[in-house]
């Protein structure tokens, strides 16, 4: 079956802790998104990418990181200098740039 | 100024009855795309409906339907004989074209109630 995972679904950090999340797609897209929600709200880009090595700021990249080593995975890194990293997080990919995204089911961050 | 707007933040329906999402929008760019999704309590977005600023026609895609009305620049979501499992969280979202860098835009939601 095709389509995005992220792990885990459930994510629970410490103050002052990096944590990975993970993202991967098999549907053979080449750009990849990272989006935020915060409770009651839309969507905030992160960051995206739109072909291997290759990866942009987007509205709220402070405190993350990513990288793009390979097409079907896009791993966000929340680091200790997100002040306020308690959201959901969602990884969507695209053919290209201009075309539908298609998300993952998301992973729950809270910081403790 | 917003770039999609959705100015109902809930909305009640009655089994079996039609409801329309309203979602505006604002661009210079002539070429936009303008998405629909679904998202339930679950939390995974679901695509439902496309429709590009040049298609002559409105979008549909089984029970759903995207009234496209593009001098209000309007792009109001139809869904027509609403089941239970449509109770969910609804977004409106823009694409820009290459001449403002492809940018995605969401709205903040409208949450549509599905009452027996």
């Known amino acids: 079956d095709g389509g995005i995972t992220q792990s885990p679904k459930y994510l629970f950090r410490k103050e002052g802790q990096n944590v990975t999340l993970s993202c991967e797609q098999n549907?053979?897209?080449?750009?990849m998104y990272w989006y935020r929600q915060d409770p009651g709200q839309g969507l905030r880009l992160i960051y995206y990418?739109?072909?291997?090595?290759?990866?942009q700021k987007g509205d709220i990249a402070e405190g993350y990181s990513v990288s793009r080593e390979k097409k079907e995975s896009f791993p966000l890194t929340v680091t200790s200098a997100q002040k306020n990293p308690t959201a959901f997080y969602l990884c969507?990919?695209?053919?290209?740039?201009?075309?539908?995204?298609?998300f993952g089911p998301g992973t729950r961050l809270t910081v403790l | 100024a917003q770039k999609i707007t959705q100015t109902q933040p809930g909305m009640f329906v009655q089994e079996k009855e039609a409801v329309t999402l309203d979602c505006t929008y604002d661009t210079s760019d002539p070429s936009y795309g303008l998405f629909w999704y679904k998202q339930p309590s679950s939390g995974e977005m679901i695509f439902l409906i496309y429709?590009?600023?040049?298609?002559?026609q409105n979008a549909t895609e089984g029970r759903y339907s995207l009234n496209f009305q593009k001098a209000r620049k309007s792009a109001n979501l139809v869904i027509s004989a609403s089941q239970l499992g449509d109770s969910a969280m609804y977004f409106c979202?823009?694409?820009?074209?290459?001449?403002?860098?492809?940018?995605?835009?969401f709205g903040t939601g409208t949450s549509l109630t599905v009452i027996p």
């Open positions: 990418s739109q072909i291997v090595n290759d990866f």
């Open positions: 549907l053979n897209h080449d750009a």
């Open positions: 429709q590009g600023s040049y298609d002559q």
């Open positions: 969507a990919s695209s053919f290209t740039i201009s075309d539908t995204q298609y």
């Open positions: 979202a823009m694409r820009e074209g290459l001449m403002t860098g492809n940018q995605f835009y």
